[in-house]
């Protein structure tokens, strides 16, 4: 069992406080990041080849979230090795 069904246990057993918050963290994280690697498929293909400067303001702003992403990202990969059960 890996760290983060053993989180969504905990979670689902209303397990509380900060091991709580922190396997709750850890479900949402990665559901986060599958939903944004889902997303920017579709997005690379609707914007593939678009060069007006309405869909380069918005791949910027988008560059701007999944790099706001991976650091929540980094962030959580330290949460995860601090509560690794050993």
Do not use: C
Not at 9 to 29: E, F, M, Q, R
Not at 56 to 67: C, G, H, N, Q
């Amino acid at each position: 069992m890996d760290i983060l069904n053993i989180a969504l246990l905990l979670g689902a057993a209303g397990i509380g406080g900060a091991v709580g918050a922190a396997a709750s963290a850890l479900v949402a994280g990665s559901r986060v990041q599958a939903a944004t690697a889902e997303f920017e498929a579709v997005f690379d293909d609707y914007f593939d080849g678009r060069e007006d400067p309405d869909s380069r303001r918005v791949r910027a702003s988008f560059a701007s979230l999944k790099d706001a992403l991976m650091a929540l990202s980094g962030t959580l990969g330290k949460l995860k090795r601090a509560i690794r059960i050993r």
